[in-house]
Nanobody, 122 residues
Framework: QVQLVESGGGSVQAGGSLRLSCAVS????????IGWFRQAPGKEREGVAS??????YYVDSVRGRINISKDSVKNTVDLQMNDLRPDDTDMYYC?????????????????WGEGTQVAVSS
């Protein structure tokens, strides 16, 4: 059964850190690109970072502050977020795709999880 389950969200002050984790079904862990996306009500969904097949991609607004990594023991894809800003406040989702490309290019992403909320106060 394919599953992606997000965890690790919370509330922090600006400048703080959070680590999000996406538990990925073993059946797709190594065969798919896993990406983190974020969306707030009324806003467009935005790709944050993705990892797969030896490549990582980041959206420019988070480059240098956010790191995506895989833990092959736990079958998770983690998003370490540092120096958080109020505009990082969003619901964060992890999704899977069969290929990994630059986040701004079209790609077919599959969503399973309910997301995890990140709130950053100034």
């Amino acid at each position: 059964q394919v599953q992606l389950v997000e965890s690790g969200g919370g509330s922090v002050q600006a400048g703080g850190s959070l680590r999000l984790s996406c538990a990925v079904s073993e059946i797709i862990y190594s065969s798919h690109c896993i990406g983190w996306f974020r969306q707030a009500p009324g806003k467009e969904r935005e790709g944050v970072a993705s990892i797969g097949f030896g490549s990582t991609y980041y959206v420019d607004s988070v480059r240098g502050r956010i790191n995506i990594s895989k833990d092959s023991v736990k079958n998770t894809v983690d998003l370490q977020m540092n120096d958080l800003r109020p505009d990082d406040t969003d619901m964060y989702y992890c999704e899977a795709a069969r290929i990994c490309v630059v986040l701004t290019l079209p790609n077919k992403w599959y969503t399973w999880g309910e997301g995890t909320q990140v709130a950053v106060s100034s």
